[in-house]
Structure formats: C-alpha cells, structure tokens
C-alpha cells in the first residue's frame, strides 16, 4: 500500500496546522480534563457535557484539520472531513440533545480499558511524540488531531451506555484501522495503540455479545 503523501509533508502538514490554531490546543486540553473530572463528579448536565466536548473535537478535525490543512495533500481528506462530521453529529443529537449517551458506572474490566485508553490518547501519546517519534510543531497533539483524540473518545465510548453501541463507536473504530496504517506506513509508533483499541472495544462487545446469547 502506498500513500499520496510523504512521511515529511505529513509531519509538516501538522506543523502548520498547529502553528495555525495555538493556543486552541491548551484550551481542548482543559476541555479533556473537564470531561474525565466530569466522569467522578455527576452533576446532572454532565453526560451532555461530555459528549459536548468530545463532538468540539471532531468538528474541529473534520473541518480544521481534515478539510483545511490535510486535504491539499491527501485527496481522501475531504472524505475523512466527512465522516469526522457525521460523528460530530452523533455525538450532537444521540449525547448533547437526547441525552441517551450515559458515560461511567461501567465493569472493573471497561473501566480499566477505558481508563487506559483515555490516559493514553490525552497524556501518553502526545509525551511519546513531543519526546521521542516527532518534536512540536509537528507532533499530533490531543483534541486537535485524529489519532489520539479517537484513542480518548473510544476510551470514554467504552465506559458509556448507550443502546447501540456501534452506532456512536462506528467511526472511531473505523479511524482505528486507518490511523494505525500510520504506525507501519508513517513510522508513528505512538499509533499502534489504535490497534490495541480496536481489539479491546471488539473484545468486549464479542464478550457480552455471548453472555447475552447464554442467559
């Protein structure tokens, strides 16, 4: 598989798009922090919150990222644009308006996936690229970029209640595959925790998926 675009004009792809949008970076930042504290303390128009914040996100990357920065270099951006919109809208209607997207009071087992995958895409992922694979200005960086914002997002879908599961998990998953090929293809080694995602959110619904069959 090749790809229409460098590793270089990649990395210089988010080079710009980070120099263009600071300090939104920081303020998302502070957006995570407010949703996972809004994960321990429960007011009532916490879930609503939550899903508010995670749907800035992918609004913010379906047309700052995707359709803006990314797509004079990569055609399929302008699909990409899309389909991080449609899971803007999702998480608008389903979490924001309807209120039917319920986030914690999940297993020990969700919460120690979830968990991880939350710190990972919010703390680990950007540190490992800042520090190690690419330093900023052309690090992927939280709330603002697919990669780890969709690690964080899975994290918290895995602690949610939702009566379609797949439906809100649908393109993050979907992201999980695509964004990982940067893992191999890209060398962005911080990336092949969307492979790891995959597998546990796909572990877990397979898992209940056979308890439900055997009651």
Known sequence: MTLPFSRSEFLAVFAAYNEAIWPLQLVYFAAGLLAIGLLFYRP????????????????????????????????????????????????????????????????????????????????????????????????????????????????????????????????PLAWSVIGGSAAILLGVPEDWALFGALVAWTGLALGESRTWRLR
Not at 44 to 70: C, E, G, K, N, P
Not at 86 to 108: C, D, K, M, P, T
Request: overall charge positive; aromatic content about 14%; glycine content about 10%.
């Open 44 to 171: 009532s128009w916490a879930d609503r919150a939550i899903s508010a914040v995670l749907a800035v996100f992918w609004l913010t990357m379906a047309i700052a990222y995707h359709w803006t920065f990314f797509a004079p270099v990569n055609p399929a951006a302008n699909l990409f644009g899309g389909i991080f919109l449609l899971q803007a809208g999702l998480l608008v209607i389903e979490g924001l308006a309807r209120n039917r997207i319920h986030y914690g009071g999940a297993s020990a087992v969700r919460s120690w996936i979830g968990g991880s995958l939350i710190a990972y895409g919010i703390a680990i992922y950007p540190l490992i690229g800042l520090l190690i694979s690419h330093p900023y200005p052309s690090t992927p960086l939280f709330g603002v970029a697919p990669c780890p914002t969709t690690l964080f997002t899975l994290g918290l879908l895995i602690l949610a209640r939702y009566p379609k599961p797949l439906v809100i998990a649908l393109v």
